[in-house]
């Protein structure tokens, strides 16, 4: 099925650096998400984004929803270690119920 | 809010056996669910989209005879796997959503292994 492209697939880091991923889409989105997902468990809901342009917060982390919206990006600030998992975005064309899923990016992080 | 439970977490049955997933939603009313298939160190895969009272939509390719879905209330789904084979064997999650909102909610997932 479709697959958002999402990178990069795995980041190897050292606790207390900063974390950047995106997203991009060939197709326009209405709605990017963004889940974490720790092993063995269903993903957790981040963060949501509706508007294009739209920048938003929670606690460390920061995504945006590209103004083309065709594409997202999530930041995570100062790393510690339950950071550690599998991020997904996932987005949303306009009268759709279902999400489309990125490929996942793979934190590790080094203490 | 929007927790969204899943039983069993795991279940192990024998092949040509017929297992059953449930998915609710403790706090919210859902008129939408989902139920997804995650192979190892694979992303999500849709495998069809349920809305109450009515008959599931299955993506391409998942037979709708061997993953029998139903949505009978606003609060409760399940997943029938039918005549389960080893390459059924997988990681199954359910999510949820309501009527004004596109977000969706999971479930932490059923982990099914056929002998």
């Known amino acids: 099925g479709q697959q958002l492209n999402q990178s990069p697939q795995s980041m190897f880091i050292q606790e207390g650096e900063d974390v950047s991923m995106n997203c991009t889409s060939s197709?326009?989105?209405?709605?990017w998400l963004w889940y974490k997902q720790d092993p063995g468990e269903g993903p957790v809901l981040l963060i949501a984004?509706?508007?294009?342009?739209e920048l938003t917060s929670n606690g460390r982390l920061t995504a945006q929803f590209g103004i083309t919206r065709k594409d997202s990006f999530l930041n995570i600030s100062a790393s510690i270690p339950s950071d550690v998992g599998i991020y997904f975005c996932?987005?949303?064309?306009?009268?759709?119920?279902?999400?489309?899923f990125g490929q996942g990016t793979r934190l590790t992080i080094n203490p | 809010g929007a927790v969204v439970s899943q039983h069993p977490s795991w279940v192990i049955c024998k092949s040509g056996t017929s297992v059953k997933i449930e998915c609710r939603s403790l706090d919210f009313q859902a008129t939408t669910m989902f139920w997804y298939r995650q192979f190892p160190k694979q992303s999500l895969m849709l495998m069809a989209t349920?809305?109450?009272?009515?008959?599931?939509?299955?993506e391409q390719g998942v037979e709708k005879d061997k993953f029998l879905i139903n949505h009978a209330s606003l609060t409760l789904s399940t997943l029938t796997v039918t005549s389960a084979h080893p390459e059924d064997s997988s990681f199954y999650i359910c999510?949820?959503?309501?009527?004004?909102?596109?977000?969706?909610?999971f479930g932490p997932g059923t982990r099914l292994t056929v002998l």
């Open positions: 197709s326009i989105f209405n709605t």
């Open positions: 984004l509706y508007k294009a342009g």
């Open positions: 349920s809305n109450e009272g009515s008959k599931a939509t299955y």
């Open positions: 996932a987005g949303q064309e306009e009268g759709a119920q279902k999400l489309v």
């Open positions: 999510s949820a959503s309501w009527g004004g909102t596109d977000t969706q909610y």
